[in-house]
């Protein structure tokens, strides 16, 4: 969403969800969203929820510049690539941050196990709550987990044949494919694990470093993120390579 809002130059007010306090299950903010999951867009008043959905509804809303090919053939493969999280990345993005760093990082947030199973029990999503104590507890060896770890090597494998004939996922020009699909390459790599394509993957490599060239990316990730929050995340997942890259040599 922050990366449409830049590349439009739109003007937007940030407000702050504390994940690990559970301001997300607020009240307040579960009247702007059910699920308590962010983001949420409110525009005119209204709630817009669901980030892919949020991103196409800012393209139409303000078209210029726009970020859907003008060819409808090539507008079709970006809508096939702008849905991917919607399809199961980013649940699997989620798991793979909860087994690398969130979930340390929320437990440590409690004094006691009465307070943090009380936060795990005011999540409106209990099969949610209930896949994020496994990982908890195991980590890397869920199996949800390494099926996650392959659904994001998949993906890049696509990204890779995709990008052959092409600058770009949907063509010659930069797309809502790009927006939708950045933050899940940038969390890999926060993570420490740009090896699943840095080296074997050079046509991703390559896309990803003129991703981070434009201009909304530094406003969208580098200066939006609080720098103890990058470096806490970076820091904490140290080592991750190490558990991720046994689940690939048997992929």
């Keep these: 969403m922050r990366i449409v809002l830049a590349e439009k130059g739109l003007d937007w007010i940030s407000h702050h969800i504390n994940l690990v306090a559970g301001e997300q299950t607020a009240p307040e903010y579960l009247a702007i969203h059910p699920k308590a999951v962010v983001p949420a867009l409110i525009d005119d008043g209204q709630p817009v929820l669901e980030s892919t959905l949020i991103c196409e509804y800012l393209d139409e809303k303000f078209p210029a510049p726009s970020l859907r090919p003008d060819d409808l053939v ?49 999540m409106p999503d209990q099969a949610r709550a209930e896949r994020q104590l496994k990982i908890l507890a195991n980590r890397f060896q869920v ?96 080592g991750v390579w190490s558990e991720v890259a046994p689940i690939l040599s048997t992929a």
Aim: hydrophobic content about 45%; charged content about 30%.
């Design 143 to 238: 199996p949800q987990v390494q099926d996650a770890v392959r659904l994001h090597d998949r993906l890049l494998a696509d990204m890779e044949a995709g990008l052959e004939n092409r600058s770009w996922l949907a063509g010659e020009a930069y797309s809502l494919a790009e927006a939708c699909l950045t933050p899940y390459l940038e969390r890999l790599d926060r993570l420490g694990l740009s090896p699943m394509w840095v080296g074997g993957r050079p046509r991703v490599a390559d896309w990803f470093d003129r991703i981070r060239e434009r201009p909304s990316y530094d406003s969208a990730i580098t200066a939006f993120v609080p720098a103890t929050y990058d470096d806490r995340l970076k820091k904490l997942g140290e």
């Design 74 to 122: 090539e507008r079709a493969p970006m809508r096939c690539w702008a849905r991917i999280p919607n399809e199961g990345l980013h649940i699997a993005c989620a798991s793979i941050s909860f087994a690398a760093t969130f979930a340390k990082q929320l437990r440590a947030g409690f004094d006691d196990e009465a307070s943090f199973l009380q936060r795990m029990a005011a």
